[in-house]
Structure formats: C-alpha cells, structure tokens
C-alpha cells in the first residue's frame, strides 16, 4: 500500500491563501507524476493539478492562474500554492500518484485535507 499524507489544510477568507502539502514514499515519487485532486460538496471527485516527474504542470481551467503546483525531489513532497481563493474552491483535497498527466490519476490516494474558504 502506497501511504501519501497531506497537510496544510483549514479555514481561508476569501481572497487568501494556502498551502497544501503531500509527501510520498522516496521510492515511487521521484519517478511519478504526482496529482492533486479535490472534491467539493455534491459534486465528482476532479482533477485539479498535476506535476510530471520532470516538472511540466497541467491545471484545470477553474484554478488557472491562482493555483501553482510544484515538488521538492529531495523532500520527496509535492506541493499546491492556492491564491485568490473563493468560497467555491472548498473541497477535501486530495493527493494522488501516478496516472496520465492532465488527464488522469494513478490507483492510490492520500486520505484528504479540507480547506474551507469562507468569512
């Protein structure tokens, strides 16, 4: 079982910012693409960002902009920069391994942080 642990979630105001993070096991991440997903309330698990190996990054349209992946290959960490948030932007996040970059993720999942952006 491939474990992934997130941080970094909670409550936002509008506007502001967070950092989410996920660390993964050395073994698999250097070599993965590694994604982030969310799901908000009533709504379909989507696919947010992803960060190939090599470093090119795909976004869906709603979070172009504002949200910036990246990863640490020594912390074995990836990482969402979320700016300018709104209140739609609250969901579980979720981080996931592996998968067809932009399209689609990989089979293991971490197991969520919410973050909640309201006044």
């Known amino acids: 079982q491939v474990q992934l642990v997130e941080s970094g979630g909670g409550l936002v105001q509008p506007g502001g910012s967070m950092r989410l993070s996920c660390v993964a096991p050395e073994t698999i991440f250097s070599v993965s693409t590694m994604n982030w997903y969310r799901q908000r309330p009533g709504k379909q698990r989507e696919l947010v960002a992803g960060?190939?190996?090599?470093?090119?990054?795909r976004y869906t349209d709603s979070v172009k902009g504002r949200f910036t992946i990246s990863r640490d290959n020594a912390k074995n960490t990836v990482y969402l920069q979320s700016n300018s948030l709104k209140p739609a932007d609250t969901a579980v996040y979720y981080c996931?391994?592996?998968?067809?970059?932009?399209?689609?993720?990989?089979?293991?999942w971490g197991k969520g942080t919410q973050v909640t952006v309201s006044s």
């Open positions: 960060i190939s190996s090599g470093g090119i990054k």
């Open positions: 996931n391994v592996g998968g067809v970059l932009g399209v689609r993720g990989g089979a293991h």
